[in-house]
Each structure stands twice: as C-alpha cells, then as structure tokens.
C-alpha cells in the first residue's frame, strides 16, 4: 500500500517562549518568491554573497548578503570593508512594511518598529549555525525570521548559556519566527537543514534561506 495513511496534522501557531513566537507558513508562495528573486539581485551586489571569515580564523558555513548595513564580526558598517569596500544595498521601504506587518501578525502591533538592516543567510545541505545571540545592535527592537527552501531544525535557547535549556523548532518554508522582550537576547542556532525539502514553486529548489530584519539603533549615512 502507499500513501499516507495519518496526514501530518497543521501546524500551529506557538510560543515557544515569553516573546518568541512561531507562525507556521506565514509568507504565501508568491511572496516568498519574490523575496527570492530580491535575496538573489542582492547577492550579486554590490556587496555580492559570501562566506564570513571569523576572527580567529575560521569560515562561517553559510554564505550572508547584507542590505541597509554590512555586519561583519561582531559590527556593523555602511561599506564592507572585509569583501569589497563597496556600500550595501538601500534598505527598501517594503521591507520596513513587511517587517511591521511580521510584528502585527506575532504580537498584534509593531509599536513603530522601523527594520534598517537585513542579514540574508543562504543554507546549503551541509551548512550549520552556531548557538550566538544577536547583539551587535544597539537597539532592543525584535528580531524578524523569514524561511524559504527547505527546512531546517532552529534550536532557541536561553539568555544566559549556549546550552539547556532550549528548544528545536521545525522552521518550513514560509515560516515566520519573531523574538523580542525577554526573548530578543536568547542564544539560538541552526544544527541541521534536511535537504530535499524546498518547493520549487518558491524558487528554491534546494538549500535554505533565512532572512532576519533587525534595527540597529545606528545613525549616519
């Protein structure tokens, strides 16, 4: 016999802790295609993707394309002096509505929240994320998570420890994943992508994109 005797229930939306909040397949296909197709205009420049070398002399596994600011370890700046010297892309206003329209959807209001930078990670198969926190801005403004491709395994700890306790979240393709209050400073990370999962219909066919808008809280042109 085949097929699928007991279809997998829907997904549900969920907190998974005090300020951070899952929304299983929140970007429609279409929208998720066009973020694709912006992520892509991106990454050929003018600072084109690449793979972040680390301060002690280690590759970051996944390949990151900036837009509003350049964040390199552990800073951020408006020209990106460790690939090409060259400006990051505008901050598109778009993505300023998409951003707030995120906080609507997870915490019923965006209470001005005015997204200024983007960190675009691309996953292949094998790539990984190490635990961390996002610290390098200085404002304390939510953090907004979009997934396209396949799906990955998103572990998201506490504030005060790399380790337990933490929970491992699914995040598909069209998920959103918010963090902010108490949550905006937990140590989260990504141990494993399952290949084969993305739908081409997205425009991924394979590999993982995760794009997270943030404020920095920085001023200056």
């Known amino acids: 016999m085949t097929g699928t005797l007991f279809p997998r229930p829907p997904r549900e939306r969920t907190v998974v802790t005090p ?18 197709e ?16 680390l301060p002690g002399g280690g ?22 002096d460790d690939v090409n ?3 990051v892309a505008e901050f ?4 300023v509505e998409l ?10 209001g965006h209470h001005g929240y005015t997204p200024d930078t983007a960190l675009i990670n691309f996953y292949d198969g094998t790539a990984k994320m190490g635990m961390h926190q996002d610290k390098e801005e200085r404002s304390s403004a939510p953090v907004v998570s979009l997934s396209i491709g396949d799906t990955c395994v998103f572990r998201f700890g506490n504030t005060e420890t790399r380790g337990r306790p933490y929970t491992d979240v699914e995040l598909a393709s069209g998920d959103l ?23 081409a ?15 920095t809280g920085l001023s200056g042109r």
């Open 19 to 36: 300020g951070a909040v899952h929304v299983p397949g929140w970007l429609t296909v279409g929208r998720q295609r066009e973020l694709v």
């Open 38 to 53: 912006a992520c892509r205009t991106w990454a050929r420049g003018p600072v084109p993707v690449r793979h972040t070398a």
């Open 59 to 80: 590759v970051m596994s996944v390949q990151t394309v900036c837009v509003g600011w350049h964040w390199q370890p552990y800073r951020y700046t408006r020209t990106a």
């Open 85 to 87: 010297g060259a400006r």
């Open 92 to 95: 598109p206003d778009w993505l």
């Open 99 to 108: 951003g707030r329209t995120a906080l609507v959807e997870a915490y019923g």
């Open 177 to 199: 994943f918010v963090f902010g209050g108490p949550a905006r400073f937990a140590y989260h990370g990504v141990p494993k992508v399952y290949p084969g999962t993305a739908e």
């Open 201 to 215: 219909a997205t425009g991924m066919s394979d590999g993982r994109l995760n794009i997270t808008l943030r404020e």
